[in-house]
């Protein structure tokens, strides 16, 4: 179905975000959301312009956060979209039925509205406090995670879950054991000097 590592972008410029996005793709990344919150529409379309043509090389999907358009411009797999941003239903009609929507979600009732706008997958979070957010919601924890996805199985409501937000490697088991679908990383592997053993003993966790 899904990746079950996905990838946040960083850098606090285009060259910053491409070399960065280059290192993870030659880590072995099999699923990049581009993610360029500091730049402005413009920048971010001549960021996903490059990082498309980047990616063409490698077999990885590509998200693209906040921009639908970006998306049909660029012929990306999908839009990632965060609770304030376009709706779910006025982006399916920008991107087409065959593209990736993702959107954010930060408690049950989020999740379960997401699951109405037939988000194809959710990124909850945050696990634990993290700097790559400003504005964060109240951390969710293992507690809250596994609240959560108990209270989505006994409404036998069945759609990827990733967990997102101030998560390393260690923690990547425990999540998983609470019914979580995968994870989403962005500083981690950005600051982590080995990313290919990184990536690769990420996969292997989620692969049992």
Known sequence: MYDKIQYISQGN??????????????????????????????????????????????????IINDYPELVVATGADGVHLGLADMPIEKARTIVGDDKIIGGTANTLEDVLQRHREQCDYVGLGPFRFTQTKEKLSPVLGLSGYKSIMTQLQERDINIPVFAIGGIQREDVQSILDTGIYGVALSGYITQHENKKQLLNQLYTLCSH
């Open 13 to 62: 410029s285009i060259t910053e975000q491409l070399t960065n996005i280059k290192q993870v793709l030659d880590a072995g990344c099999t699923w990049l959301q581009l993610r360029y919150k500091n730049g402005t529409q413009a920048e971010t379309s001549e960021l996903a312009i490059a990082t498309k043509s980047l990616i063409e090389s490698y077999n990885c999907t590509f």
